[in-house]
């Protein structure tokens, strides 16, 4: 069965410094894999997705991950945050289609000025 | 940009009482989901719904709850007798299915049961 280990549930960080985010994963079959941002008090929303090719992608707004799969993780970076990154976010596992997203426990990244 | 729209974004219901929470997924998505995440806790998965029927349903989604499709827009999720336990934020997510497709979510319905 498909898990989701997220090995930190709170990050702490001053703005402006590198920032990363730890995602492992454990599927014995292909999966895709997701991280997702909740901002206080709003819904989820994508920031980045791993379906398949390069192994690292990225986001509009500057964090990028990186899919290791000898490691089986996908850990979630951004070289210099601002105050506005201050959220939860959610590593999601899907083993594809209509599968459903199996979520890690959250990490909450709380950015200091 | 098209949305998932979720309604309504609180609910308060006595204990015992029935409620109903609304979704309108995206217009030509096929696959509909309810999660739910309970305040402090990672977000759970409880059913998933497509050509008018549950695909997959998690040991969370017991008797006690339902889905339904009632016409072209809407995707509800029924709970018949809360409890407190069920108090949590309740999110709709739908994707088109297709290969490697993704899931977008509401901003969700936060239950409070009394």
């Known amino acids: 069965a498909q898990s989701v280990t997220q090995l930190d549930s709170q990050v702490p960080v001053f703005e402006e410094a590198p920032v990363e985010l730890r995602c492992n994963y454990s599927?014995?079959?292909?999966?895709?894999l997701f991280w997702y941002v909740q901002y206080p008090n709003q819904g989820l929303q994508l920031l980045l997705k791993?379906?398949?090719?390069?192994?690292l992608v990225e986001s509009i707004n500057g964090f990028e991950a990186e899919f290791n799969k000898s490691q089986t993780s996908f850990h979630l970076r951004k070289p210099s945050v601002h105050i506005s990154d201050t959220a939860e976010y959610f590593c999601?596992?899907?083993?594809?289609?209509?599968?459903?997203?199996?979520f890690g426990a959250g990490t909450r990244l709380a950015v200091h000025p | 940009e098209p949305e998932v729209t979720q309604t309504p974004s609180h609910q308060v219901t006595q204990m015992g009482q029935e409620v109903i929470l609304r979704c309108v997924p995206i217009?030509?998505?096929?696959?509909f989901y309810w999660y739910r995440q309970i305040l402090g806790q990672k977000v759970e998965f409880l059913v998933s719904?497509?050509?008018?029927?549950?695909?997959?349903k998690s040991e969370i989604f017991d008797d006690q709850f339902s889905v339904e499709r009632p016409d072209g827009s809407n995707f509800t999720l029924k709970i018949r007798s809360t409890k407190l336990e069920d108090s949590a934020m309740y999110f709709c997510?739908?994707?088109?299915?297709?290969?490697?497709?993704?899931?977008?979510f509401g901003a969700g319905t936060r239950l409070s049961v009394l």
């Open positions: 997510a739908s994707s088109d299915g297709q290969g490697m497709s993704i899931q977008y």
């Open positions: 599927s014995s079959v292909s999966v895709y």
């Open positions: 791993y379906l398949s090719g390069s192994t």
């Open positions: 999601a596992a899907s083993s594809g289609g209509y599968n459903k997203l199996i």
């Open positions: 217009s030509n998505h096929l696959y």
């Open positions: 719904f497509y050509n008018n029927e549950i695909s997959e």
